[in-house]
């Protein structure tokens, strides 16, 4: 992989996302863990002169990354090709807490930045953490959200970093 600058990415966000998926990501060599996402966004936000590139990652609260990524001062979003999307199946309905889960699909992680990331990864996001906060239901204007994504009223926490380092495959 090799360092690019965010501006220089032609990708849709959309697709990176809601269809391709992405791992969120934190921790270092002495422990980390990951878990799938198809949720979150990207944007400018907070700064002059148009904002600082942020993205946005959402995480539940009974997640197992949710701990390093709360421990943690920087987590990675990291988009892989379609080829990967069983992979990314695999480690979005199991558990770090239960096993290796990275090893039985095959990835390789990369720790640089103070973080983890993936080789097999078409595009990584380092993000610096800026803004913690809790969805909340009070907040909600249309209540068939609740009961259609939270019928256990298990509201994401939501982490908005700075994106301070983009890589790109060679």
Same mark, same amino acid.
């Given at each position: 992989?090799?360092?690019? =600058?965010?501006? %220089?990415?032609?990708?849709?966000?959309?697709?990176?996302?809601?269809?391709?998926?992405?791992?969120?990501?934190?921790?270092?060599?002495?422990? +980390?863990?990951?878990? %799938?996402?198809?949720?979150? /966004?990207?944007?400018?936000?907070?700064?002059?002169? &148009?904002?600082r590139p942020t993205a946005i990652?959402?995480? @539940?609260?009974? @997640?197992? %990354? =949710?701990? $390093?990524?709360? @421990?943690?001062?920087? +987590?990675?979003?990291? *988009? $892989?090709?379609?080829? /990967?999307? =069983?992979?990314?199946?695999?480690?979005?309905? /199991?558990? &770090?807490?239960?096993?290796?889960?990275?090893?039985?699909?095959?990835?390789?992680?990369? +720790?640089?930045?103070? %973080?983890?990331? $993936? =080789?097999?990864? #078409?595009?990584?996001?380092?993000?610096?953490?800026?803004?913690?906060?809790?969805?909340?239901?009070? &907040? *909600?204007?249309? #209540?068939?959200?609740?009961?259609?994504?939270?019928?256990?009223?298990?509201? /994401?926490?939501?982490?908005? &970093?700075?994106?301070?380092?983009?890589?790109?495959?060679?």
């Amino acid at each position: 992989m090799k360092e690019t =600058k965010f501006e %220089t990415l032609k990708d849709n966000a959309f697709d990176l996302i809601g269809n391709d998926w992405m791992l969120i990501s934190a921790g270092n060599e002495k422990g +980390f863990n990951t878990m %799938t996402a198809s949720w979150g /966004h990207f944007g400018s936000l907070w700064g002059h002169g &148009g904002g600082r590139p942020t993205a946005i990652a959402y995480i @539940r609260p009974s @997640r197992y %990354t =949710k701990e $390093f990524v709360d @421990r943690e001062d920087v +987590f990675t979003l990291s *988009f $892989f090709s379609k080829d /990967h999307k =069983k992979a990314l199946a695999y480690l979005g309905t /199991h558990s &770090g807490r239960d096993e290796n889960k990275v090893s039985k699909v095959g990835f390789t992680p990369i +720790f640089h930045d103070g %973080t983890v990331s $993936f =080789k097999e990864a #078409k595009l990584v996001l380092v993000c610096k953490k800026l803004y913690v906060g809790k969805i909340e239901e009070d &907040g *909600f204007i249309d #209540k068939s959200i609740i009961d259609d994504c939270y019928p256990i009223r298990d509201y /994401h926490t939501f982490y908005i &970093g700075e994106i301070i380092k983009t890589y790109q495959e060679d």
